[in-house]
């Protein structure tokens, strides 16, 4: 059995113990009316909602989707469905980093908006990583494959350890 230290699992909960406290603080009354007012005026922004359609619309069907994301994907990372929970994280993250974090202003880069986004980007490849491992991998043993093992299995060459094999020609080196 591979021995990863627990490492694996232990990164699969903090991460799922990030995304499980920040999609249940967003469920509560005091922080829901603020994040859908947020997703509200990002999607007023991109040009994807009018002012006058209110919060029955896009704001709030995506708001709660984003939300029920973040959930879900902590909850299957939790579970140990590591491909699945880090696919809905990612598929979360991403459009989510891009539509909070607008970097780019007229004098350059905003440096107190990219580095939350390169956070984000840090998450995206944490998980990419823990999602990359089938779930099969960690039952598998490791073998470290030896070229002298190989040889003697394979019976290429008859010599005996550190010994130099038998050659036609003398002359060269």
């Known amino acids: 059995m591979q021995n990863n230290g627990g490492a694996l699992l232990l ?9 499980l406290v920040d999609g249940s603080y967003k469920t509560s009354e005091q922080a829901w009316p603020g994040y859908r007012d947020f997703v509200y005026e990002k ?6 909602q009018h002012d006058k359609i209110g919060f029955g619309g896009l704001g709030d069907v995506c708001a709660g ?12 990372l939790l579970l140990g469905l590591r491909s699945y929970g880090a696919g809905v994280l990612i598929a979360y993250l991403i ?15 905003d440096m107190t908006q990219f580095l939350p986004f390169l956070q984000g980007l840090a998450l995206v490849g944490s998980l990419v990583v823990m999602g990359s491992y089938s779930e099969e991998e960690d039952d598998r043993p490791v073998s470290i494959e030896n070229s002298r093992d190989g040889q003697r299995e394979a019976n290429l060459m008859d010599f005996r350890e550190n010994e130099l094999p038998p050659s036609s020609d003398r002359t060269g080196l």
């Open 95 to 109: 459009p989510m980093s891009l539509i909070s974090h607008t970097f780019v202003v007229e004098r350059g880069i």
């Open 65 to 76: 989707t984003m939300v029920v994301m973040e959930l879900l994907g902590a909850v299957l």
């Open 11 to 19: 990164g699969r909960i903090l991460v799922a113990l990030f995304f």
């Open 43 to 48: 999607f007023n922004l991109l040009g994807l």
